[in-house]
């Protein structure tokens, strides 16, 4: 199983970016749920936003009404479109599968 995260950028405060999470391996309608989590300089990894079957989607209070998780099944494809981003979005991004990390895009906002 493969994570091929992309769509980072650098973008002024007020705009948007699109993530996309590209799966390879496995399929996503199998999967229970599918998260986007980010890691600022000097800071944990947090969870983002999060996709579940079961529960629907999850978005971390710092993001939610500005973010939203969507899955694309029939491309294998897991989005974060973000909007109105600040500069406390400025981090690195991965998707995450249970046990299976992508690579990270990097995110970063100017004020």
């Known amino acids: 199983v493969q994570l091929q995260a992309s769509g980072g950028g650098s973008v002024q405060a007020g705009e948007a970016l699109r993530l996309t999470c590209t799966v390879s391996g496995i399929r996503i309608n199998n999967m229970a749920s599918i998260s986007w989590y980010r890691q600022a300089p000097g800071k944990q990894r947090e969870l983002v936003a999060r996709s579940s079957i079961f529960d629907g989607a999850y978005y971390a209070d710092s993001v939610k009404g500005r973010f939203t998780i969507t899955r694309a099944s029939a491309r294998n494809t897991v989005y974060l479109q973000m909007n109105s981003l600040k500069f406390e979005d400025t981090a690195v991004y991965y998707c995450?599968?249970?046990?299976?990390w992508g690579q990270g895009t990097q995110v970063t906002v100017s004020s």
């Open positions: 995450y599968l249970p046990d299976v």
